[in-house]
DNA sequence: CTTGACCCTATAGTAGCTTCATGGTGTTGG
DNA sequence: CCAACACCATGAAGCTACTATAGGGTCAAG
């Protein structure tokens, strides 16, 4: 076997932090590594891979559930993939429709860093003001 | 005084939930309201406009902090609005970013859905592999 | 006098980690 | 030989902005 990894060459060779893999491993997306005399996790290649696939995962912005659904068909090569294209198309989904909030929210913004443009009292300031519904007038 | 409303008849006026209006309380966003007899919060419109105010900046996105510090320009009518102008200019940058990193992700997201477009076994995915660094060829 | 709608407090749970406190392991230098 | 230092371990708390839950009190109507 090759489990001659301590945690911290496998943060260095995946650049995510020691404390992330404890906690990947207490949630049950990595496997529990073997130990050394001294008690400290061993990993091998295996774990490094399955690493780089739930930090590509979650650089893709997916739910750890959704990861944890990934890898199990990662594990069971010979079932059918059709819920990873489910999955993947309604994550797609909700991207773009964060988006789309999100602009909606920032033409908010600008209109409302419109309304005062130069510094002043509080009271005559009209960010304020729009940001007081019953005030308004 | 006017305090007569109970915490149920503002929560539905600002239409937020009850527990969300004595988080705020709790989190210092709302002035400890009076209370009656059998201890119940009385609260009067200017805690309705506060209320308000709150909700009106968090639609906006706008973390709980961001809101403390409007709400004490609120508080102060004579002092300089400067700040609140910058506050909204840097959340304004900061939905900006997201907005340009979520359409990368969507571009990414797309190709990654491009790569298996029929269901079959899952270690023919190449969403899977795709997602796999290291297990590429 | 009981039912039901409403209110109270305190505590725990959510997501995905990060930070902290406290202590063991292992290697190197004086 | 031992101290210093880097590294590792565990368990618990902290972060945001709430939401939910448990276990109880208040009040008006029937």
Do not use: W
Not at 12 to 35: A, D, F, H, N, S
């Amino acid at each position: 076997m090759s489990n001659c990894l301590k945690i911290g060459e496998v943060a260095r060779m995946v650049t995510c932090r020691i404390e992330t893999i404890r906690y990947y491993e207490q949630q049950g997306l990595l496997p529990t590594p073997g130990r050394s005399e001294g008690n400290y996790r061993l990993y091998g290649r295996e774990h490094v891979e399955r690493l780089r696939f739930i930090r590509h995962c979650r650089s893709l912005d997916m739910t750890l559930d959704n990861v944890k659904l990934l890898l199990k068909f990662r594990d069971a090569p010979e079932e059918n993939c059709g819920p990873v294209d489910a999955l993947l198309d309604e994550h797609i989904g909700h991207v773009a429709d964060r988006i789309v909030q999100l602009k909606l929210l920032e033409a908010q913004l600008r209109d409302l860093r419109g309304q005062c443009l130069s510094a002043k009292a509080s009271k005559d300031c009209r960010i304020l003001q729009a940001l007081s519904p019953g005030k308004e007038r």
